[in-house]
């Protein structure tokens, strides 16, 4: 979807989709906004709470049947696990992707990860394609005059053309770049607290093998789970960039994370995104 600065403001019932790296303040402006009648679409908890809700629950329940009084108050149903996946809390699918290693460590095998991996991804697509629905939702149903796809991270790792042509169909979509400082910041933050991350398999296979050749090991289960996630994010920070380029350049518009940083009211946002559209 293309616009100028004036279709913006003019536009009767927004809807904007916002990419980037997880960090650059996507999740913030949505929260923001969403105090000001926008519908806030959570691409991960739409992921963690309609597609991927039963195999978190499974993967959960199959760790505490491990455990003799656990696996005993289990069966007899009294106890039940519930998954409590909200916008703010996402945990329960970051710790169901994993990171790849040692399971002493608390990693997982290559095959366990990649299968995680791969559900990850079909649940994303799903999740995106669901956006026109919401959108429709959001008026017809919740009363909102304006919708904010707030997605994943790992968005521009898909490839699948059909997610991005309905995305820009029936929203405005708006890449917000990282400056080289907030670059610096992201991938600092990223080594100092290392997250699971979901990965293309062509890239993870290329950087599993260079990982394992450059430190000698022999197979996956010796990863330092930690370790691996500190040495790749900054590999594929620099990986993502011209994937989210060659999406705004096509679809859609960029605004710096500077930029971004100077929004704190709706006034703001839409000044800032109605300069961009004209620029």
């Known amino acids: 979807m293309k616009l100028s600065g004036e279709q913006f403001v003019n536009w009767d019932k927004k809807a904007i989709t916002l990419l980037g790296m997880s960090g650059v303040g996507k999740t913030r402006l949505a929260c923001l906004l969403r105090k000001r009648n926008w519908f806030h679409y959570s691409?991960?908890?739409?992921i963690g709470t309609r597609y991927m809700d039963e195999v978190i629950l499974d993967n959960i329940k199959s760790s505490a049947m491990q455990i003799p009084i656990l696996r005993e108050l289990l069966l007899s149903d009294s106890i039940h696990i519930v998954n409590n996946?909200?916008?703010?809390?996402?945990?329960?699918?970051?710790?169901?992707?994993?990171?790849l290693g040692n399971p002493e460590l608390?990693?997982?095998?290559i095959r366990e990860f990649k299968e995680h991996q791969r559900q990850h991804r079909d649940a994303e697509i799903a999740a995106m394609n669901d956006v026109p629905r919401f959108i429709h939702k959001a008026h017809e149903v919740y009363g909102y005059d304006n919708f904010i796809n707030d997605a994943s991270g790992s968005l521009c790792?898909?490839?699948?053309g059909e997610v991005f042509d309905n995305l820009a169909k029936h929203s405005l979509i708006i890449y917000i770049q990282a400056t080289s400082e907030d670059e610096k910041a992201l991938i600092q933050r990223a080594e100092a607290d290392?997250?699971?991350l979901y990965y293309r398999e062509d890239f993870l296979d290329i950087k599993l093998e260079e990982y394992m050749q450059h430190h000698s090991l022999e197979y996956a289960?010796?990863?330092?789970?930690?370790?691996?996630?500190?040495?790749?994010?900054?590999?594929?920070?620099?990986?993502?960039i011209p994937r989210y380029e060659a999406i705004a350049d096509k679809y859609g518009y960029t605004v710096s994370t500077k930029e971004i940083e100077s929004v704190?009211?709706?006034d703001d946002f839409m000044k800032v995104i109605s300069a961009t559209l004209d620029k």
């Open 157 to 160: 790792e898909l490839d699948d």
């Open 194 to 196: 290392p997250k699971p």
């Open 221 to 240: 289960a010796q990863i330092i789970p930690d370790e691996f996630v500190r040495w790749v994010f900054p590999r594929l920070f620099y990986e993502r």
């Open 43 to 46: 691409c991960d908890y739409r």
């Open 264 to 266: 704190q009211t709706e």
């Open 85 to 99: 996946i909200t916008v703010d809390n996402l945990k329960p699918l970051s710790s169901y992707l994993g990171k």
């Open 106 to 109: 608390g990693g997982i095998g």
